[in-house]
């Protein structure tokens, strides 16, 4: 599962981000899908969160969203309270 986090939320991403920033093509043929530098720099995040996300153990974090798309395809009843809490691991 890692890998795949890993392979289609960092490696595919920042391809093509790469691939779309130096060869132009979809802007050329298509639409432009980061049209500013603002966009760039949002679309250049993802990767870099995903990584982040990746523990140093090759695990990742815990969907904390879970309950959210339960609440919204009605599998559940609310109301909820989420609280994340991210402190540093002691050695």
Do not use: I
Not at 3 to 21: I, K, M, N, R, S
Not at 65 to 71: E, L, R, V
């Amino acid at each position: 599962m890692t890998t795949l986090v890993a392979l289609f939320g960092v490696v595919l991403p920042a391809f093509t981000l790469g691939f779309e920033l130096t060869l132009r093509w979809c802007s050329t043929e298509l639409f432009d899908p980061v049209p500013t530098l603002v966009h760039r720099v949002l679309v250049g995040v993802v990767p870099v969160a995903n990584l982040l996300a990746l523990d140093g153990r090759g695990g990742h974090w815990t969907d904390v969203s879970a309950w959210y798309w339960s609440a919204l395809l009605g599998s559940s009843e609310g109301p909820w309270w989420a609280l994340t809490v991210a402190e540093n691991a002691q050695p």
